[in-house]
Structures are given as C-alpha cells and as structure tokens.
C-alpha cells in the first residue's frame, strides 16, 4: 500500500542534541512538507521541498534542516539551535498541481529531557 | 495577514445541531482547497475537496466562494463521532505549497 512512514514515533531528546527523524513515501509525489504542531494550535510549515535537491524554508525554520537528496525522502533535523523542540512533528506529501491533496505521515512526538 | 484563517473555537454543539466552519484564504492564486479532519494526537486525514460548483458527501456540504476567498464546511445531524478538529487547507498552486489554517475544534455532546 502507499502512504508515507515516519519514524520513530516518539524521540527524546537531551539538551544540545541533534535528532533527525525520518519521512519516507511510496505515493511518487514530488512535494514533501514538514509541519510542527505544538498541543491546542495549528500546523505550522518548518520545511518544503517541490523536487530532489530542492527545498524552501516555511515559516519557523529556524533551528531546522532537510535535505531531499531523494525523491523518496525528506529527513528533518532539529539541531540545537531549536529552542523549544518538545512537540508533534507531520510529514506530508503532494501533488504541486492537479489539486491532488496532501497525505501525511502519522507522526513523530518529540520531547526534551 | 495569515495566509489562511478559520474561525475560532472551539465549537460546543448537540448531536443532531447543524454546525458551520469558515475559512478565508489571503492568495487570489490559490487553486485547490480541501477539508481535512484531526482526532487528538493524530494525523490530519482528508476530509473531503472543495470545488467551485459546491460538494456534499454525506451530512458534510463545502462550498467555495473565490471572489471572496472563502471556504465553508457545513456538518448536518452531528455524531459524537464528528468531535475533532477541522482543519482548512490552501493548496497554492504556483509551487504548489500546502497552506493550513489553525483549526476549529468541534465538541458534539449528548
């Protein structure tokens, strides 16, 4: 079946550390996403990528990085720069056209010990 | 501005009340809008598309307003079952970046 797997579904994480949590999909879909989503609020865009060795800084980059050496994959690492990492962490993918909808991932839950 | 806005919540309702969601839109560009729906500490699952002409599936009706960058999702006959957030989404087609509103939670009660 196709869908998108993200891995692992939760992560701790000790002051100063960087983590990297994993998105894969099988959908052939050229975009991938990363939002962050803290209790009680939205989604919020970290990262996007439209093509392979392509992607663009969302709204709350900051102490974040991808890479999207593959089509496949779009890894998020949040390095320590991130100050307040703790929070539920979504990885989607698309279509950029065709009005063909997002999938997501069932998402990573991230926590500072 | 925030590029997509919904109303806020939460929505406290009883079964079987009519309830309605707004969502605006800042990008006149954007071509493609969906409904998405999140339970609690999972992931958003699509819900239903948004089309021009309007689309019902079900007790859920959404409708489309592009002259005033406007969505709507009418639920009918609230389940309990419905409870959850409902999350409004902008598909911009020019690089095609998925856009979500903040969500409006839903309580349905007995």
């Known amino acids: 079946d196709g869908g998108i797997t993200q891995s692992p579904k939760y992560l701790f994480r000790k002051e100063g550390q960087n983590v990297t949590l994993s998105c894969e999909q099988n959908l052939n879909h050229d975009a991938m996403y990363w939002y962050r989503q803290d209790p009680g609020q939205g989604l919020r865009l970290i990262y996007y990528s439209q093509i392979v060795n392509d992607f663009q800084k969302g709204d709350i980059a900051e102490g974040y990085s991808v890479s999207r050496e593959k089509k496949e994959s779009f890894p998020l690492t949040v390095t320590s720069a991130q100050k307040n990492p703790t929070a539920f962490y979504l990885c989607a993918s698309s279509m950029p056209h065709g009005g063909i909808p997002g999938t997501f991932g069932s998402g990573t839950r991230l926590t500072v010990v | 501005r925030k590029e997509v806005e919904q109303d806020p919540g939460p929505f406290n309702v009883p079964e079987g009340a009519t309830v309605a969601f707004n969502c605006t839109y800042s990008?006149?560009?954007?071509?493609?809008f969906f409904w998405y729906r999140q339970d609690c500490r999972k992931e958003p699952k699509l819900l239903m598309s948004v089309y021009s002409s309007g689309n019902e599936d079900g007790r859920f009706t959404a409708q489309l307003n592009r002259a005033s960058q406007y969505i709507s999702l009418l639920i009918r006959d609230s389940k309990l079952s419905d409870s959850a957030t409902y999350l409004c989404v902008v598909n911009q087609n020019q690089g095609g970046k998925l856009i979500f509103g903040q969500g409006t939670e839903l309580s349905v009660k007995p």
């Open positions: 990008n006149s560009a954007s071509q493609s």
